[in-house]
């Protein structure tokens, strides 16, 4: 599951890349079919990645606004200092930890351990597709999103 978690971080890392090559007006016009702009979206990956883990490790989540980090630099930085905290927690996880059952609090639902980790890994994937939609609107080659080199 970890090298899932290390692919996402790859191509998170080369969307940070893409967007210095966009003109910040295009990375915050809000577009169809995702949960807003490119940036919003960026932010969106981050933070529910590591509300996620903050649920698994502790059960508290702990609230990151939006309007706190509105600039492409912001949300690479929240993203850096998440990471380590993310990759930590992931390392610490055992195998008897993945059948644990953990409250979520945003939709009152018990999942485990396992199904949050197969979400979290899913929820980044989906989003990169939509930010490779877009940047094709923008006439722009996408991020090449391989697993295998």
Same mark, same amino acid.
């Given at each position: 599951?970890? &090298? ?27 577009? $169809? ?10 932010? *969106?990956?981050?933070? $529910? ?5 903050? $649920? ?7 609230? $990151? &606004?939006?309007?706190? *980090? =509105?600039?492409?630099?912001?949300? =690479? ?40 980790? *197969? ?10 597709? =939509? ?9 722009? =080659? ?8």
């Amino acid at each position: 599951m970890l &090298k899932l978690f290390e692919y996402n971080w790859r191509i998170r890392e080369a969307w940070f890349d893409w967007c210095r090559e966009v003109p910040h007006e295009e990375l915050t016009i809000d577009r $169809v079919g995702g949960v807003g702009s490119i940036l919003y979206t960026l932010f *969106h990956i981050v933070e $529910v990645e590591y509300s996620w883990l903050r $649920v698994i490790r502790c059960g508290e989540d702990i609230v $990151v &606004k939006y309007a706190d *980090h =509105q600039s492409l630099d912001q949300i =690479q930085a929240l993203s850096n200092r998440f990471h380590q905290e993310i990759k930590q927690g992931l390392h610490s996880l055992t195998n008897r930890d993945l059948d644990n059952e953990v409250s979520v609090s945003w939709d009152n639902s018990v999942q485990t351990v396992d199904d949050i980790l *197969h979400h979290m890994v899913a929820h980044e994937i989906h989003h990169s597709g =939509q930010l490779s939609i877009w940047s094709r609107e923008l006439g722009r =080659q996408p991020v090449v999103a391989r697993f295998l080199d």
